[in-house]
């Protein structure tokens, strides 16, 4: 027996223009008007900013500025090295490398919104007949579940930063949500087209961050087949197999036959997938049910729910495949030994679809609940925000504000009017929003969402309006060039180094410090990135005696960072 029984009344639909706003407003405030940030952010931007300013083995080997980078694959530093090709003169290389996260954040989105109103209109989804007729149309009920869908995926916090930065898991995460849509496709017509479009993104996904989840997603596909009693489309999910292997072995054999750099990533490519793989451990096991509580909230709740509310009709394509593939993603995040955000990202999508299923099932009650947590927390969180920024301006409470200072020392308070002006009426639509919730009680589906999206939104709007320049000025790595760029000796050959992917993209970006490449040695400058409370740079040099050849430049760190600490040498 279906668990639905809705009025039409309940299906209105948000405006497209509505959805549009909503979603621009989430992407944009984030991706302009700041530096490349640390770890992913700043280091897929290198190796885009490498790519766009070298020539073709640059584009072949992922490097960053000569530290090879062979983990995951080529195919999102493509799009973001494109990108500062063609716009990078006008917005800034930084910026314009951003438009490709920008593109890839409104593929995810419109296939989510598509894939859920695909589901949402077949026949065994669609709500009970009304004894006196009044029940929604299917075409209704789908696009008003693909709204709230989209709602449930826009409030994931854990998609709110990695939809905003400049890595292959932004890229990665829109390409599963874009397989969800063409599988939703292929079960309902299995078409030759279908099957080759399939087949053409499970190659992009291995040129994006390898061929561990694509394989995965395929028998998953193949066991659906099996158990949705649909065996017949097994052999027509066969043709994607021939398509994926012609894309994803065309930079494979690009990379072995050109020899980029008299080398090749492929080895390294092919053992960074390897390590993807191993058996569930007390850490793995940890780390997900550790992270994946907030990390896909507010979308598990209602998944939970819409997967008990249909354990009647678990075969109905709509609570199957995106099950199918959020147990997939869990397999493969449990047995993943590496902790890190980017295993729990290919979740959201199937899990914001599945939760929209949920909607129409849900008391009153439990929404009510929902919606007072959003309610209490968001505008507490907001609340918060805006008074840590009155406190940043006034410096007043002074041991507030001097704490404020501690955070982030050297920075100067400054208001951007502009940026006032969005924070102030983004939080007035906030009180408009909750007053409608409140004072209408509406009786439409996306009432259980539309607060807990908005408060999301609303959060991240004020940080990057009010305390983006406080956040830029704490991770960003200019002021640590410009020292490093101060002290090089004028006439150095190159520099030799340990730091990181991120620093290193920095320090390249922000002053053109020129780093050994794949080819260079001997070089005659040397910095080291190490802990204060450690003894790591003795173990970091490649010079055995190393009191007598090398001569202290410089030493330094970022203002608030007092663990992390750079030291520039000059060989004698």
């Known amino acids: ?269 092919m053992l960074w997938n390897y390590r993807q793989i191993g058996f569930p451990s007390v850490a793995s096991i940890s780390y997900f049910f550790r992270y994946s509580i907030w990390f896909a909230w507010p979308a598990w709740p209602f998944a939970a729910w819409a997967v008990y509310a249909w354990r009647k009709q678990e075969r109905a394509l709509h609570i199957s495949l995106p099950v199918s593939f959020i147990l997939c993603f869990i397999v493969l995040a449990l047995i993943n030994n590496f902790s890190e955000e980017g295993i729990l990202l290919p979740i959201l999508p199937p899990l914001a679809i599945l939760a929209a299923f949920g909607l129409p099932t849900m008391k009153r009650s439990a929404i009510n609940a929902v919606d007072w947590f959003s309610v209490t927390v968001l505008t507490g969180a907001a609340t918060l925000t805006w008074l840590i920024w009155l406190i940043e301006q006034t410096g007043w409470p002074l041991k507030l504000a001097a704490k404020i200072q501690s955070w982030a020392p050297g920075y100067h308070a400054e208001i951007n009017l502009f940026t006032l002006i969005i924070a102030i009426a983004v939080s007035l639509s906030w009180f408009r929003l909750v007053y409608w919730r409140i004072s209408r009680q509406p009786s439409v589906l996306l009432r259980a969402v539309v607060l807990s999206s908005g408060g999301v939104i609303l959060c991240w709007v004020l940080l990057m309006t009010l305390w983006l320049p406080l956040i830029n000025h704490r991770v960003s790595y200019v002021s640590v060039a410009a020292q490093i760029a101060e002290n090089l000796p004028a006439s150095y050959r190159c520099i030799d180094s340990n730091v990181g992917p991120s620093q290193r993209a920095s320090f390249a970006y922000f002053r053109q410090v020129h780093f050994a490449g794949f080819s260079e040695q001997n070089c005659d400058v040397l910095l080291l990135q190490s802990k204060r409370r450690s003894s790591t740079i003795a173990n970091s040099i490649p010079d055995q005696n190393f009191s007598g050849k090398w001569v202290l430049l410089w030493e330094g760190h970022r203002a608030y960072d007092n663990d992390e600490l750079f030291s520039l040498y000059r060989k004698k």
């Open 1 to 269: 027996m279906k668990p639905v029984r809705l009025p039409a009344s309940a299906t209105l639909a948000l405006p497209r223009t509505g959805l549009f706003a909503l979603a621009l407003l989430y992407i944009l405030p984030g991706l302009f008007g700041r530096d490349p940030w640390k770890n992913d952010d700043a280091g897929s931007f290198g190796i885009m900013w490498t790519m766009a300013h070298g020539g073709l083995n640059d584009w072949l080997w992922p490097h960053i500025v000569g530290m090879p980078m062979p983990e995951e694959g080529p195919l999102a530093f493509w799009f973001g090295a494109l990108c500062i090709k063609l716009f990078g003169w006008l917005l800034g290389d930084p910026m314009a490398a951003r438009l490709s996260t920008g593109i890839f954040f409104i593929l995810g989105a419109v296939s989510v919104w598509y894939t859920t109103y695909l589901l949402g209109r077949r026949t065994e989804a669609q709500p009970f007949k009304l004894a006196f007729g009044g029940q929604p149309e299917p075409r209704d009920f789908g696009r008003t579940l693909a709204d709230g869908a989209l709602l449930i995926y826009l409030g994931c916090l854990g998609l709110l930063v990695r939809s905003h930065e400049t890595s292959a898991e932004t890229l990665h995460v829109s390409l599963v949500a874009y397989a969800l849509y063409l599988c939703a496709r292929f079960f309902d017509a299995p078409t030759k087209r279908t099957t080759i479009k399939l087949g053409f993104i499970f190659g992009l996904l291995v040129l994006t961050r390898g061929w561990v989840l694509p394989v995965a997603l395929f028998i998953c596909l193949i066991f659906l087949c099996v158990y949705r009693m649909q065996r017949r489309h097994i052999f027509q999910l066969l043709i994607a197999l021939p398509v994926a292997f012609i894309v994803a072995g065309s930079w494979l054999f690009a990379i072995n036959i050109l020899h980029p750099f008299d080398s090749s990533p492929y080895q390294a490519w």
